[in-house]
């Protein structure tokens, strides 16, 4: 069946804030199944129950602190950051002098933040160690200034710092920051953040929740938000959305790689503190996380299988997916385990969205600070490094030496064309269709699998058939419980006079008109409009549901009228000027009750036979009601 689409606002793209663009309906569709969905996720553990877990933070004005000058001599095992281009070997500058200052602050994740205009340079490399509470000090850890930003904050109007990428430290009780002393005017412009992540049983985890390869594959185990205890209440924005996902991005979050498995959710929860408090975002930058023992953390939030646009990769945010790594991978590949877990998170969001790992992408540069200029279209692998858009050494040299090899494992797992979906959206035209590039990748649902398209569309596979629905009869919907209630639609949704409708396996009808929005039909009440002409029913197009009455029937308003069932009685229209004599005499709760026929024309003016009379509505004159013999009132009908 070739796709035709009458209605504008069905076919029109996407802005780059989704859900402030798309009808209301399809907002609230993408929000809704992202809840219902059986996702695969893991909350916590049965011998604690995951919470929230409020993380501190000490802000430490460089300042305040009295510089050391130190001799220059090139820290032990600490080359490897620095700024080097597209993908070639980073370089360690060393200064003339170094100058260290020594702060006290508890914690065990820390990074460096300044106002954007007194920030070092971007690629301005830092160096920081601590004190652990039982013991000396740690080693030296390199860290450098970007000055990427998050644009959901900027959009919200909210006061953002440049900063360095947070680095765990474990719990330390004084800290030190070490850098050139060429630099030193601008740093010590900054101030040092000093982050206490907090602990809970919760963290330590039951398993590596990664999970295996497997033909078309379903979204990996991960851990939520919740079951790393991530604080809400200190995240300060709703997400924003774009309108795709054009290329995956790997980075390495910096730090130690000798952490355990029960350290990861206060790594995460460092990295989401620093980012919010420290940076003035709006959320944690990274749209996953995953560990060296192949744990997957959900990072930004907003649905996993969404286009959230997160801050991880400046000038390039929108449309693309970030995926960070914990640990430092300059002269370390990760572990198998991550390297596993990565590549099949990354097989699901490409086949979800159905791209390939061996595909390019043209990107467009939004500025910011990124290797290119604003406007700039560029084409890259649909799976590439931080470094191949920002400058920066990121994801490290050894891991990048990797991404090779990322692309071919993600490859090997990836697997979307056998989908009905899939094939019915090709067959249409992909991309370049009304549907429109993929927005909510493919997912599974009550009856089978779900597609949304940037294009407003969603798609069902119901065994190997598809059914469409516009934006508007989706929300709806998933806003009346979807498959749970509703069950799957028995087709397409299809043109009416006036509107568009579909139907459901539960007897749901759904209508949508393009004055009034979209609402349910059900039972006698639908018959009826069906009946009546549907579209160009006497009564119209339905303004709201069912209204269950305190007498014991049902309610429902048209455009031109109200509709009313009860019990015995059928279901008949009231409408016009007869509406308005009914209502004013009480409606079904009045002395009339309930209609038992719809009204006719009558000399004069028109009449209706209610329960407790016939009503008589003269074109000039007022209402009357005529009580026959036969015609029983409210309290012997019904």
């Not at 009295?66 to 200064?95: I, M």
């Not at 919760?202 to 979204?219: C, F, L, T, Y």
């Not at 065994?463 to 209630?485: C, K, M, Q, V």
Request: with cysteine; hydrophobic share 35%; net charge positive.
């Amino acid at each position: 069946m070739d796709l035709t689409v009458t209605d504008s606002t069905r076919t029109r793209p996407l802005r780059r804030r989704l859900l402030g663009t798309l009808p209301r309906t399809t907002a609230l569709s993408l929000v809704l199944v992202g809840g219902v969905t059986a996702a695969p996720v893991v909350g916590g553990h049965a011998a604690s129950a995951p919470h929230p877990v409020k993380p501190g933070i000490e802000h430490v004005q460089l300042a305040a602190l009295s510089p050391a000058t130190l001799p220059a001599t090139a820290p032990k095992g600490t080359a490897g950051k620095g700024t080097a281009g597209k993908g070639t070997a980073s370089t360690t500058r060393v200064a003339a002098t170094d100058e260290v200052v020594t702060a006290t602050g508890t914690g065990s994740l820390v990074g460096l933040t300044w106002p954007t205009a007194a920030a070092p340079a971007a690629g301005t490399e830092l160096q920081v160690r601590g004190r652990a509470a039982k013991g000396g000090w740690t080693g030296w850890a390199a860290t450098e200034v970007n000055d990427d930003t998050d644009p959901t904050a900027v959009a919200a109007g909210r006061t953002t710092r440049v900063g360095t990428d947070p680095v765990w430290l474990g719990p330390v009780t004084q800290v030190q920051v070490r850098y050139a002393s060429q630099d030193a005017p601008r740093v010590r412009s900054g101030r040092l953040e000093v982050v206490d992540p907090g602990t809970s049983p919760a963290d330590v985890p039951a398993s590596a929740p990664a999970g295996a390869a497997q033909a078309n594959p379903a979204m990996p185990r991960y851990i939520r938000r919740a079951g790393w205890g991530a604080d809400e209440s200190i995240r300060t924005c709703s997400a924003d959305y774009g309108s795709t996902t054009s290329a995956l991005v790997v980075h390495h979050t910096d730090g130690t790689n000798t952490y355990t498995a029960a350290e990861s959710a206060s790594i995460v929860r460092g990295i989401y503190a620093f980012h919010v408090q420290g940076r003035g975002w709006c959320d944690i930058g990274y749209n996953a996380l995953v560990d060296k023992y192949g744990q997957i953390f959900e990072g930004r939030a907003g649905g996993m299988d969404l286009p959230v646009i997160g801050a991880h990769t400046g000038g390039f945010n929108t449309d693309t997916w970030g995926v960070s790594v914990l640990g430092t991978y300059s002269t370390v590949a990760p572990s198998s385990a991550a390297m596993s877990a990565l590549t099949t998170l990354f097989a699901w969001r490409e086949s979800a969205f159905y791209r390939r790992a061996d595909s390019t992408s043209v990107l467009t540069s939004r500025g910011g600070g990124s290797l290119y200029p604003d406007g700039q279209k560029v084409t890259e692998p649909f799976i590439i490094g931080h470094r191949d858009l920002w400058p920066t050494s990121c994801p490290g040299n050894a891991f990048y030496a990797q991404l090779g090899s990322v692309r071919s494992s993600t490859l090997a797992k990836t697997s979307f064309t056998g989908s009905p979906i899939y094939q019915r959206w090709a067959g249409q035209g992909g991309a370049s269709s009304a549907l429109g590039p993929v927005l909510k990748g493919e997912g599974p649902v009550t009856f089978g699998r779900r597609t949304v398209f940037q294009g407003g569309w969603a798609m069902y596979a119901v065994g190997s058939s598809t059914r469409l629905l516009g934006p508007g009869l989706d929300g709806l919907y998933w806003a009346n419980g979807g498959p749970a209630r509703w069950s799957y639609p028995l087709g397409d949704e299809y043109a009416i006079a006036g509107g568009r409708r579909v139907d459901f396996k539960s007897g749901f009808t759904a209508v949508y008109s393009f004055g009034r929005g979209s609402h349910p039909l059900f039972g006698a009440i639908k018959t009826y409009w069906l009946g009546t002409g549907q579209g160009s029913s006497p009564v119209g197009f339905p303004t709201g549901s069912e209204t269950v009455l305190a007498s014991g029937g049902v309610s429902q308003s048209f455009a031109q009228g109200v509709v009313l069932w009860k019990s015995g009685l059928g279901a008949h229209a009231v409408r016009g000027a007869v509406l308005a004599a009914y209502t004013a005499k009480g409606g079904p709760d009045g002395s009339l009750g309930y209609p038992l026929a719809d009204q006719v024309a009558v000399k004069g003016g028109t009449s209706q036979v209610f329960q407790g009379g016939t009503l008589l509505v003269p074109d000039l004159g007022k209402p009357t009601v005529v009580k026959r013999p036969w015609e029983p009132g409210p309290s012997t009908r019904g």
